[in-house]
């Protein structure tokens, strides 16, 4: 490319870019207006589906962590599927929740044979048991079921829902091992995690 190509490339980039704000949200720049989904976080999880505004497919549910701009539960709208067959959802609505958090604790949402929509959240080393509320577009929480049993708290949960309408419950619990290494605070400039041949000095934690 010539010096001239090259100063024409830096002034239509310059000028796609000119309608930006600083901390707003990019808008996409495929020709069909797609883009990733992206709750505007730093990680966004999906915890479950549902039928919650009566399209052929479910919609997915979305929860963001303490990172980011946008804190919270979401719903996306099924949209359809593009032309490989992926799935495609419309823009997210917010999700109301019992908790008294930014975000919800680790949870799963499923859908049961009847359409009711279920959310189950680790709360306190207890399970809270929610279900979809459809005219006020959130969960009610119903009530919270103790877990015992346990070597340790719980990190995460899923649910299989099974023909018979039961449900298991799979939770997933560490082996208590601690992962970072000792030390001062790992957003100290002096924390080094890694000894002189580069190898990690702290442990490495198992799940169950």
């Known amino acids: 490319m010539s010096s001239l190509g090259c100063v024409l490339f830096a002034v239509v980039a310059l000028s796609r870019a000119a ?9 996409s720049g495929a020709l069909d207006g797609r883009g990733p989904l992206a709750a505007h ?13 009566g399209g052929e ?18 719903v996306y709208p099924w949209a359809g599927r593009g032309p490989h067959g992926e799935p495609v959802f419309g823009v997210r609505k917010a999700v109301g929740y019992p908790f008294d958090a930014e975000y919800p604790p680790s949870g799963h949402i499923v859908e049961m044979a009847g ?3 279920h959310g189950l959240w680790l709360h306190d080393n207890r399970m809270g048991h929610t279900v979809w509320d459809r005219s006020a577009m ?20 899923a649910a299989l829902v099974n023909p018979d309408g039961t449900v298991e419950l799979l939770l997933e619990v560490g082996d ?3 992962y970072r290494a000792e030390g001062p605070s790992w957003r100290s400039p002096d924390y080094d995690p890694y000894d ?5 000095r702290g442990e490495l934690p198992y799940v169950g």
């Open 138 to 157: 959130r969960f009610e929480e119903r009530e919270r079921i103790r877990l015992r049993g346990l070597p340790r708290g719980a990190r995460s949960v």
């Open 19 to 27: 309608g930006l704000e600083s901390g707003a949200v990019i808008p």
């Open 57 to 74: 497919e479910p919609d997915l549910f979305v929860a963001t962590g303490r990172h980011g701009r946008n804190k919270g539960l979401f």
């Open 41 to 53: 976080a730093v990680t966004s999880e999906p915890v479950g589906i549902g039928h919650v505004f």
């Open 196 to 200: 002189g041949r580069g190898i990690w």
């Open 176 to 178: 208590g091992v601690r």
């Open 115 to 117: 359409g009711a929509i």
